[in-house]
DNA sequence: TAAGAATCGATAAAAAATTATCGATAAATG
DNA sequence: CATTTATCGATAATTTTTTATCGATTCTTA
């Protein structure tokens, strides 16, 4: 048996966060049917691919003349995307961006509650964003008691290698990175990152 | 006659940006040469991937037996994706994660200087990281003497469509939008949305 | 100095993703 | 009630991307 994400191609599965953002942002405005046409073109892609990947995440077919039902939709993409599974996730690394993230709420919306940070300065350690700020030596504890997977790792670059074995040997097995250093993990540990110098660059450059 | 980045795939371009990540931790750890082999390997990609990206955009081929020499690939990587020609940009929205984007540093790795902040609450008005942060008035004067085409968005999503508009009118023409909402902006104005919870809801998922 | 190992580059094959085309369906309209 | 229009879904064609294969090159070492 295949999970559902794998029975979508990876550009696709790439999409479908961009579908979501858009047709929340439609919901919003009191919109009830888009049609494949007007999305591609609001989101600069072609109809034909629209189509195709909305009928592959879609519970019904979309309806001639009108398009798909926005609020059907949204639901559809947010099951497809397990964003009801919930997800505890810690951060590491209390600087700015750390302590931002902190108190950023809109995790909430996709099944992922950040429930504290860590940070090796004693002089972080507190709150922020109504959330705590603990010890690093903390971490493991936390990660086990709270069945936490994923780390958010806001270090700086000289401190990433070591910040992001400690959050392995905690137990972590996801690592989304805000350092633009490769990191080095065990097999079986993923890595993911997110450098905004990078975004920031290809969209000067494009 | 097409530009450089033309010339390449939008996926190989889109994995640039990781071998230089990688290269510049090898380099950092005094390696001098890497074959295609060790970087696939360390990166999770195919060597035969690894060895058709690099041909692109190597200015000299490998050697057999050693690999590329990390220190050139370097420079070709980044000659290649122009962090060299340098690009102002600014932010909208000081909030927490404006000013932490403010203070960071990384972005003159790539060519990029972010100058100042900008928002609308007259408490925020300051400075941060050593760099100004000034009234949402002053961003057309900003952006056309300095003759800034890039802004980061970093304002809550209710303000965000009202926020990009105003940086569209006063000249702006990228926008790295933070706030998860679709914008709509004039044809040829581009966005890239830089969605953390989403991003952190792939690695979940994954 | 000859044999062997590691690596490269190029060409070819396979797989994945996008785009095009077309008949079918359902609402709107005269 | 027939015609027109907007849309869908499915199949087919095209393009892009990845992977496989193989001879050539260059260093190592016996």
Redesign the pocket.
């Known amino acids: 048996m295949v999970n559902a994400e794998s029975a979508v191609?990876?550009?696709?599965a790439s999409r479908l966060p961009a579908y979501l953002r858009y047709l929340k942002g439609e919901a919003g405005k009191g919109v009830e049917y888009v049609?494949?046409?007007?999305i591609a073109k609001d989101m600069g892609?072609?109809?034909?691919?629209v189509?195709?990947d909305?009928?592959l995440v879609?519970s019904r077919?979309?309806?001639?003349?009108?398009?798909?039902e926005v609020r059907l939709l949204i639901e559809d993409i947010e099951k497809f995307l397990g964003y009801h599974r919930w997800t505890n996730a810690v951060i590491v690394g209390a600087g700015g961006l750390g302590r931002a993230i902190l108190s950023y709420e809109g995790f909430e919306n996709y099944g992922i509650h950040v429930i504290a940070a860590f940070d090796n300065s004693p002089a972080k350690v507190g709150a922020a964003g109504g959330k705590p700020i603990y010890p690093m030596e903390r971490l493991g504890d936390v990660v086990r008691r709270s069945d936490v997977k994923v780390c958010i790792l806001t270090v700086p670059r000289s401190a990433a290698q070591e910040a992001c074995d400690q959050a392995v040997v905690a137990g972590i097995n996801a690592i989304l990175s805000f350092a633009p250093v490769h990191l080095h993990v065990p097999e079986g540990v993923k890595v993911k990152y997110e450098d905004l110098a990078v975004s920031l660059a290809e969209l000067c450059g494009a």
């Open positions: 191609s990876r550009a696709t049609s494949s046409a007007a892609l072609s109809a034909v691919c189509r195709k909305l009928a879609s077919p979309g309806k001639p003349r009108f398009g798909f």
